[in-house]
């Protein structure tokens, strides 16, 4: 006998507990793939480990830390199949492409939490990782551990990592100076 007002009343809390149900379900769905890759990590299943992280951050593409593990794996799954004494062309064509992957998360990672140390570091741990492989691979190192460095001026990890890759460069002075 209500008639309108009841529908008006119950419409947008049906619509409310909805929205909270899709995003609160994805949200979980995230984190419960996210543990799964870090179940499928310890026990050294690669190819788990790589599609669960993917369906984590497919779930819920917001969290840095999805971003930085995504960028590891990728990294190291690169380097493995580097590696490898025979390359396929399929080797071939998907170490340039985890690579790109790599960078692009580490970034991702960054841009969601820009004060964030660790962010930066594995950033820049990427890019040290390809000097010698992609032009520029030094400086962008270098403008990573200098916003580490930024944000954790006390850490002297920072500064050791940045010496180091100034004497990699030769760039004894600055090198010597940080070290």
Excluded: C, M
């Excluded at 999805?66 to 199949?81: D, E, G, P």
């Excluded at 970034?107 to 820049?124: A, C, E, H, I, S």
């Amino acid at each position: 006998n209500f008639g309108i007002f009841s529908y008006l009343v119950i419409l947008p809390f049906l619509v409310l507990s909805g929205i909270i149900l899709y995003f609160g379900s994805r949200f979980y769905l995230a984190e419960i793939y996210f543990k799964s890759s870090l179940d499928n990590l310890l026990n050294n299943r690669v190819t788990q480990t790589y599609d669960d992280q993917n369906n984590a951050l497919r779930y819920n593409p917001y969290i840095d830390r999805y971003h930085v593990a995504f960028s590891q794996t990728n990294l190291s799954l690169a380097n493995a199949l580097a590696s490898r004494e025979k390359l396929t062309n399929n080797d071939q064509q998907n170490i340039p492409n985890l690579v790109k992957q790599s960078v692009e998360h580490a970034q991702t990672g960054v841009n969601l939490y820009k004060t964030n140390v660790v962010n930066w570091d594995n950033l820049g741990k990427i890019y040290i990782s390809l000097i010698g492989y992609a032009q520029g691979a030094e400086n962008w190192a270098a403008s990573s551990l200098i916003q580490k460095i930024n944000l954790d001026p006390n850490n002297p990890n920072s500064y050791f990592s940045l010496g180091i890759l100034n004497s990699n460069q030769k760039k004894y002075d600055e090198a010597e100076k940080l070290l």
